[in-house]
Nanobody, 122 residues
């Protein structure tokens, strides 16, 4: 089994910053792409940013130049540094990881965390 656990969410004023963390654990051979998604009330889940194992990144237009995704491969951890937060960034943020489990050859499976709430007040 593989578990993803997010942390770092909370309440922050507009213009403030938060850093989210997500740790993957369990029977892991390797963690490939990792990413952050978010879902606001009444809206579909959307990609915020993702990062390959080699460090190539991709961002949603709405967060470019404000958010930074990074990872520590040795710790199977991905981070999301969020600066200049806006009320429209309010959402539940989910971590996703593309994992090859130990003993499963090259098979890749996607795993999701339980989500962490971010609320940005105006």
């Amino acid at each position: 089994q593989v578990q993803l656990v997010e942390s770092g969410g909370g309440l922050v004023q507009a213009g403030g910053s938060l850093t989210l963390s997500c740790v993957a654990s369990g029977s892991i051979f390797s963690v490939n792409d990792m990413g952050w998604y978010r879902q606001a009330p009444g809206k579909q889940r959307e990609l915020v940013a993702d990062i390959t194992r080699r460090g190539s990144t991709n961002y949603a237009d709405s967060v470019k130049d404000r958010f930074t995704i990074s990872r520590d491969n040795a710790k199977n951890t991905v981070y999301l540094q969020m600066n200049s937060l806006k009320p429209e960034d309010t959402a539940v943020y989910y971590c996703k990881a593309d994992v090859i489990r130990s003993g499963f050859g090259s098979r890749k499976d996607d795993y999701w965390g339980q989500g962490t709430q971010v609320i940005v007040s105006s």
